[in-house]
């Protein structure tokens, strides 16, 4: 059968189908020993509490039909209440076997009339549901007996129908074989509607998805640990084959595993110890999502709980110290405790919980006002999701989204319903005003749960008329495929389903930002250099034209002793130390060297009024210049001669050597009447005294200047004798 015989094959198969039913098998809330020993379904069948269990399930998620067309009549009185039981896999193997007699309630009650056994004299229609679903688990063991080796106490309700079914099994079985001619199908899973049956074949190959806790252990750690348990590392999932896993495309902390290793994943330290759990991969890149818009000190609110995996992997991509991660809807003080014994096992300790409900939430909450984004992931119609019993239990769904999950499609005035309450969810949303993104997730498929609800919040103007409004911002993970990047066009982040993952729909709400608060990205710059932020950062030299308006600024506006000279000191000095030039520099750059040099030394005395020299200093030995080239002797002697600074403005230079690259003099050969490059090379270098002050541009002592020969007047000199 589709999920149940798949889960009758073996004992071990069984295992490993039901480990991971709640997410506290996902994170190995029950040990190896346990999880060996337990076996809830064995070959021949169930547990007669699983069969009332999944009776009562069905019987409220059973199809209601017109009155008309009633064939058989199921009971209002309830069944039999059993314990509330925690054993995940108890309860995933009853939600199975409900969703499995959902999908073929037709079928069966067919069946039940065909054969003639129905109406039922010694049954009442108050057990109509547990008739049924015994039935479809006695036709999927071919009606063969069930031999229960449990020590469970029998229930005598199950016993009572399981006899009276097991005795007119010759004519239910050939009013089965009818209705598959009847069919034409070859077996009963060919009746089931061709959307059903893909999304059967999906979940059966659905790989595992697993997120790192970096609270107790590094992601290189893991893969250490996995290598000494025999995994082996491959690119993709296409290259999966025996104990192997590959890294996720979206998150850098999420690892993929075939599905056949449920059962010995969870039977590794990592799940035991909560260094690994498993989840949904929709989940994931919500977290993700949200993660990309945070800075280091901010909040975040998760409108709903959902799993509490979501809120762990939320709180281990946080600062532990100074952010929050805030969810609402916990009400009962049993679950909170609960919840707060497995948040410590995980190492979580910003994780603060709410007893209101999000739509009864003030935004003016003053718990709330760190809060900068909103993760909306709501109520939907799942029928993305390939396995919906694993999406039902792990997100706490209820249970009635089955009843249009077992048929593959939501009818319109339920999806209708759940739009409407997406839509005021999200508007809700929109109206904490401190808050600056949101993140609205769904499984769904439909545009009325995605597209549509995004767009009519952002026309709604629920963020107020004074406040800043929402736009739609483009996804921030990694687009992979070309599905993802067509969505993108639109900035939505979506995943089909697939055999690889289920679906997905992301829309990131941004605030636009206001225009009177706009900061430059030189005003950024400049603040953390202020902050001591930018220690070794080489920064973008000012334009001439900004200069000149700083001179200007200068000239107009009389010095005062604000806090904002202060800082504009700092990123001064920030600046002069970070464009100091090197020691050396490259042969073939002696003009970007120089040029360099010229501007460092304006920036150094831009508040420091120069005095003209009258004439330069002359040296025969240089080479010629031109009129425009920078001069380093006059630069020199303004700084000799400019006045003494403030205190305030003085600033002390250390010794900086540049050797600029050799020279090369042209000379006139006697013998020929052509010039040569002389072999002599001549070396200058720019020293600065211990003292601070800077002396003039002066030939190596270690090289002589041997002067030129002088030449006839006819003799043209060489146009640019530093290169």
């Given at each position: 059968?589709?999920i149940?015989?798949?889960?009758?094959?073996?004992?071990?198969?069984?295992?490993?189908?039901?480990?991971?039913?709640?997410?506290?098998?996902?994170?190995?809330?029950?040990?190896p020993?346990?999880?060996?020993?337990?076996?809830?379904?064995?070959?021949?069948?169930?547990?007669?509490?699983?069969?009332?269990?999944?009776?009562?399930?069905?019987q409220?998620?059973?199809?209601?039909?017109?009155?008309?067309?009633?064939?058989v009549?199921?009971?209002?009185?309830?069944?039999?209440?059993?314990?509330d039981?925690?054993?995940?896999?108890?309860?995933?193997?009853?939600?199975?076997?409900?969703?499995?007699?959902?999908?073929?309630?037709?079928?069966?009650?067919?069946?039940l009339?065909d054969?003639?056994?129905?109406?039922?004299?010694?049954?009442?229609?108050?057990?109509?549901?547990?008739?049924?679903?015994?039935?479809?688990?006695?036709?999927?063991?071919?009606?063969?007996?069930?031999?229960?080796?449990d020590?469970?106490?029998p229930?005598a309700e199950?016993?009572?129908?399981?006899?009276?079914?097991y005795?007119f099994?010759?004519?239910?079985?050939?009013?089965?074989?009818?209705?598959?001619?009847?069919?034409?199908?070859?077996?009963?899973?060919?009746?089931?509607?061709?959307?059903?049956?893909?999304?059967?074949?999906?979940?059966?190959?659905?790989?595992?998805?697993?997120?790192?806790?970096?609270?107790?252990?590094?992601?290189?750690?893991?893969?250490?640990?996995?290598q000494?348990?025999?995994?082996?590392?491959?690119?993709?999932?296409?290259?999966?084959?025996?104990?192997?896993?590959?890294?996720?495309?979206?998150?850098?902390?999420?690892?993929?595993?075939p599905?056949?290793?449920?059962?010995?994943?969870?039977?590794?330290?990592l799940?035991?110890?909560?260094?690994?759990?498993?989840q949904?991969?929709?989940?994931?890149?919500?977290?993700?999502?949200v993660?990309?818009?945070?800075?280091?000190?901010?909040?975040?609110l998760?409108?709903?709980?959902?799993?509490?995996?979501?809120l762990?992997?939320?709180s281990?991509?946080?600062?532990?110290?100074?952010?929050?991660?805030?969810?609402?809807g916990?009400?009962?003080?049993a679950?909170?405790?609960?919840?707060?014994?497995?948040?410590?096992?995980?190492?979580?300790?910003?994780i603060?919980?709410?007893?209101?409900d999000?739509?009864?939430?003030?935004?003016?909450?003053h718990k709330?006002?760190k809060?900068?984004?909103?993760?909306?992931?709501?109520?939907?119609?799942g029928?993305?999701?390939?396995?919906?019993?694993?999406?039902?239990?792990k997100?706490?769904?209820?249970?009635?989204?089955?009843?249009?999950?077992?048929?593959?499609?939501?009818?319109?005035?339920?999806?209708?319903?759940?739009?409407?309450?997406?839509?005021?969810?999200l508007?809700?949303?929109?109206?904490?005003?401190?808050?600056?993104?949101?993140v609205?997730?769904?499984?769904?498929?439909?545009?009325?749960?995605?597209?549509?609800?995004?767009?009519?919040?952002?026309?709604?103007?629920?963020e107020?008329p004074?406040?800043?409004?929402?736009?739609?911002?483009?996804?921030?993970?990694?687009?992979?495929?070309?599905?993802?990047?067509?969505?993108?066009?639109m900035?939505?982040?979506?995943?089909?389903?697939?055999?690889?993952?289920?679906?997905?729909?992301?829309?990131?709400?941004?605030?636009?930002?206001?225009?009177?608060?706009?900061?430059?990205?030189?005003?950024v710059?400049?603040?953390?250099?202020?902050?001591?932020?930018?220690?070794?950062?080489?920064?973008?030299?000012?334009?001439?034209?900004?200069?000149?308006?700083k001179?200007k600024?200068?000239?107009?506006?009389?010095?005062?002793?604000?806090?904002?000279a202060?800082?504009?000191?700092?990123?001064?000095?920030f600046?002069?130390?970070?464009?100091?030039?090197?020691?050396s520099?490259?042969?073939?750059?002696?003009?970007?060297?120089?040029?360099?040099?010229?501007?460092?030394l304006?920036?150094?005395?831009s508040?420091?009024?120069?005095?003209?020299?009258?004439k330069?200093?002359?040296?025969?030995?240089?080479?010629?210049?031109?009129?425009?080239?920078?001069?380093f002797q006059?630069?020199?002697?303004?700084?000799?001669?400019?006045?003494?600074?403030?205190?305030?403005?003085?600033?002390?230079?250390?010794?900086?050597?540049?050797?600029?690259?050799?020279?090369?003099m042209?000379?006139?050969?006697?013998?020929g009447?052509?010039?040569?490059?002389s072999?002599?090379?001549?070396?200058?270098?720019?020293?600065?005294?211990?003292?601070?002050?800077?002396d003039?541009?002066?030939?190596?002592?270690?090289r002589?200047?041997?002067?030129?020969?002088?030449?006839?007047?006819?003799t043209?000199?060489?146009?640019?004798?530093?290169?």
């Open positions: 059968m589709p149940l015989r798949s889960s009758l094959m073996s004992s071990n198969d069984i295992t490993s189908d039901t480990s991971s039913l709640h997410e506290m098998t996902g994170s190995s809330g029950i040990a020993a346990e999880r060996s020993s337990t076996s809830l379904a064995i070959k021949n069948g169930y547990r007669d509490s699983i069969y009332l269990n999944a009776a009562n399930i069905f409220g998620i059973r199809n209601e039909k017109p009155q008309d067309k009633i064939l009549k199921y009971g209002t009185g309830p069944l039999p209440v059993l314990p039981f925690k054993d995940e896999q108890f309860q995933r193997l009853s939600y199975e076997l409900a969703f499995s007699t959902l999908k073929y309630q037709d079928v069966l009650e067919n069946i009339i054969s003639g056994i129905y109406p039922m004299q010694s049954i009442p229609d108050d057990l109509t549901s547990l008739v049924v679903v015994i039935l479809y688990d006695l036709q999927d063991r071919k009606f063969e007996p069930r031999y229960n080796t020590d469970e106490e229930i199950v016993q009572e129908v399981e006899n009276y079914l005795s099994k010759t004519k239910l079985a050939a009013a089965l074989a009818r209705c598959r001619i009847k069919h034409d199908a070859l077996s009963i899973e060919y009746i089931l509607p061709e959307t059903i049956r893909r999304q059967e074949q999906r979940a059966s190959a659905l790989p595992l998805y697993a997120w790192v806790n970096t609270l107790k252990i590094s992601l290189e750690d893991v893969h250490s640990s996995l000494k348990e025999g995994f082996s590392r491959v690119e993709s999932v296409s290259a999966f084959d025996g104990y192997t896993y590959c890294l996720d495309t979206h998150c850098e902390d999420v690892l993929i595993f599905c056949v290793l449920k059962e010995q994943l969870l039977t590794l330290d799940f035991i110890n909560y260094k690994l759990s498993l949904d991969h929709s989940r994931n890149l919500a977290v993700h999502s993660k990309a818009l945070l800075n280091m000190d901010d909040d975040v998760v409108a709903h709980m959902g799993s509490w995996l979501t762990a992997h939320m281990v991509l946080m600062n532990q110290d100074s952010s929050k991660v805030f969810v609402c916990i009400k009962s003080a679950k909170e405790a609960e919840l707060k014994d497995l948040f410590a096992k995980m190492e979580c300790k910003n603060e919980m709410l007893h209101e999000f739509a009864n939430l003030e935004p003016t909450d709330l006002q809060v900068k984004v909103i993760l909306l992931l709501p109520r939907c119609s029928l993305g999701v390939s396995n919906p019993i694993e999406f039902i239990l997100e706490h769904e209820d249970a009635e989204l089955l009843r249009d999950l077992s048929q593959g499609s939501v009818a319109e005035d339920k999806l209708s319903i759940l739009a409407q309450q997406q839509l005021k969810e508007t809700h949303a929109m109206q904490f005003s401190k808050v600056q993104g949101v609205y997730g769904t499984c769904s498929i439909y545009p009325e749960e995605n597209e549509v609800v995004v767009k009519n919040a952002l026309a709604s103007g629920a107020g004074k406040a800043q409004p929402y736009k739609l911002s483009p996804p921030v993970l990694p687009l992979c495929c070309k599905s993802e990047i067509s969505a993108s066009a900035n939505f982040f979506k995943l089909e389903p697939s055999h690889i993952s289920n679906s997905c729909f992301i829309a990131i709400l941004a605030r636009e930002r206001d225009p009177s608060e706009s900061v430059s990205v030189k005003d710059l400049a603040r953390a250099a202020a902050k001591g932020l930018l220690e070794g950062i080489d920064l973008a030299k000012p334009s001439k034209r900004e200069e000149k308006k001179k600024q200068k000239v107009t506006q009389p010095r005062t002793a604000t806090k904002e202060m800082i504009q000191s700092r990123i001064q000095e600046l002069d130390r970070e464009t100091k030039p090197n020691c520099v490259s042969d073939s750059a002696v003009s970007s060297v120089t040029a360099s040099t010229s501007q460092a304006k920036q150094t005395n508040s420091i009024h120069l005095k003209k020299t009258t330069p200093l002359s040296n025969s030995s240089l080479p010629v210049m031109p009129k425009n080239f920078p001069s006059k630069v020199f002697e303004r700084q000799r001669n400019s006045k003494k600074p403030k205190s305030e403005d003085k600033m002390i230079l250390k010794p900086v050597e540049i050797v600029l690259p050799p020279v090369m042209p000379y006139f050969n006697p013998q009447n052509r010039s040569q490059i072999t002599n090379h001549y070396y200058y270098r720019w020293v600065g005294t211990k003292s601070g002050t800077c003039l541009l002066s030939p190596s002592s270690s002589k200047l041997i002067k030129a020969k002088e030449t006839s007047s006819s043209a000199k060489h146009p640019r004798p530093w290169l």
